[in-house]
């Protein structure tokens, strides 16, 4: 099973940036689909972004524009940059891996690896 460690997340006020990585423990960044989720208080896990073998990215309607995925394979680094930074943007954000080269969708059980999340507040 493949090890996924997100970065320190932290505490920004609105309209502020935050950049989360996630560093997996094997070399699979490059091969497989990857992405980004978050859970807030009370909610069910939604999809935030994702980017597949290819660099192919997709993501959520309310962060697009705001948010962007990328990796860099020879750190097997997993990124998330959130510019625009909203209230309602707080939650756990968590990275994930799917055991398949292209993503197919932002459906949290299709994707099989999970981190153990990083807290993201927006508060002024």
């Known amino acids: 099973q493949v090890q996924l460690a997100e970065s320190a997340g932290g505490s920004v006020q609105p309209g502020g940036s935050l950049r989360l990585s996630c560093a997996a423990s094997?070399?699979?960044?490059?091969?497989?689909?990857m992405g980004w989720f978050r859970q807030a208080p009370g909610k069910e896990r939604e999809g935030v972004a994702a980017i597949d073998n290819d660099g192919d990215t997709s993501y959520a309607d309310s962060v697009r524009g705001r948010f962007t995925i990328s990796k860099e394979n020879a750190k097997n680094t997993l990124y998330l940059q959130m510019n625009s930074l909203k209230p309602e943007n707080t939650a756990m954000y968590y990275c994930?891996?799917?055991?398949?080269?292209?993503?197919?969708?932002?459906?949290?059980?299709?994707?099989?690896?999970w981190g153990q999340g990083t807290q993201v507040t927006v508060s002024s």
């Open positions: 094997l070399f699979i960044v490059s091969r497989y689909c």
């Open positions: 994930a891996l799917a055991y398949s080269r292209r993503c197919h969708g932002l459906t949290p059980d299709r994707y099989d690896d």
